[in-house]
């Protein structure tokens, strides 16, 4: 089954000055996300600030945006963890308060081998019960789910439908669509290489710009799907700028300083996080400036 196709969008977490989820915000970003046509909201994910959440917050920023989106874009739950029972008990909270499906992050510190990673997500998504996408960061987690891997899982779990892969390594990336074939939809994780991996049989893209420029991201994959590659390698190079001025810091980071500037009460991340230094949301201001949406 697939999830969605196109631009999902990786959405922030907007806060209060207190530090609590500013709910309205969060009910407002996800109707102009909708607008401008992004067409998979995940919630909770790395650029929600999960690792900050706890549980209950967790789950009412899921139901809030579930509720909100009404059923005209599929939710996306970020419900991973390093530890598999918390994970299990979150995505069927998740699927309770009506997510569509889970993003299921690779256990991170713990450092899982290639065995535990297929028995626990296995045991997740069998909790779960609705799809599930994998989700491929080493830079974050320390643990690398292999080609192999990813394609067992695939192949043998039967809603275990997607991997968003972040790796940055093109070569395993490939090697993981040949393994996995139309077992496992490929989405990209990072967004500077959309075009790249949609060429090799991606059908979108798990996506932080998506936060600033829904419709650019949206787009750009559609050229992709419809197979003009020349379109969307032009839009690939287009937005590296500002993509580059979003990862300048840890994520998210500057895509919360970001939401500020087009006018959304984002706050400022959570501890250990902290917010983006003034030279760097200069910057980050005039690649916004230049590439058009603010």
């Known amino acids: 089954m697939t999830l969605f196709k196109g631009a999902g969008v990786a959405m922030a977490t907007p806060m209060n000055k207190d530090g609590s989820i500013n ?24 650029s929600g600030e999960a690792p900050t959440l706890e549980d209950d917050e967790h789950i009412e920023a899921i139901a809030v945006v579930a509720a909100r989106a009404k059923g005209r874009v599929p939710v996306i739950a970020g419900t991973g963890s390093n530890n598999t029972a918390h994970a299990c008990m979150m995505s069927i909270r998740a699927r309770e308060v009506g997510a569509d499906g889970c993003l299921l992050v690779a256990p991170y510190y713990n450092k899982a081998t290639q065995a535990g990673l297929i028995e626990s997500f296995t045991k997740i998504a069998e909790a779960a019960e609705i799809p599930c996408i994998l989700y491929n960061v080493p830079s ?9 891997t990813a394609a067992y899982l695939g192949k043998h779990v039967e809603n275990i439908v997607a991997i968003k892969e972040a790796s940055g390594d093109i070569s ?23 075009v790249p991996i949609m060429s090799l049989g991606g059908i979108g893209v798990i996506s932080v710009l998506s936060n600033v420029a829904p419709k650019f991201t949206h787009d750009m994959t559609m050229a992709c799907l419809d197979g003009d590659y020349v379109k969307a390698a032009a839009m690939q190079l287009k937005c590296l700028e500002l993509v580059r001025q979003l990862f300048c810091e840890v994520n998210p980071i500057p895509v919360k300083a970001a939401l500020v500037m087009q006018g959304y009460d984002a706050g400022v991340p959570r501890l250990p996080l902290t917010e983006m230094t003034e030279s760097n949301q200069k910057n980050l201001r005039r690649a916004m400036e230049e590439f058009g949406c603010l």
Not at 140 to 148: A, G, L
């Open 23 to 46: 709910f309205e915000a969060l009910e407002k970003m996800t109707d102009d996300q909708i607008a401008g046509s992004t067409d998979a909201l995940v919630v909770c994910g790395t």
């Open 140 to 148: 974050r987690t320390s643990t690398n789910i292999m080609p192999e």
């Open 172 to 194: 395993q990336i490939a090697k993981c669509k040949e393994l996995s074939g139309d077992d496992l939809d490929l989405y990209s994780g990072n967004d500077d290489q959309t």
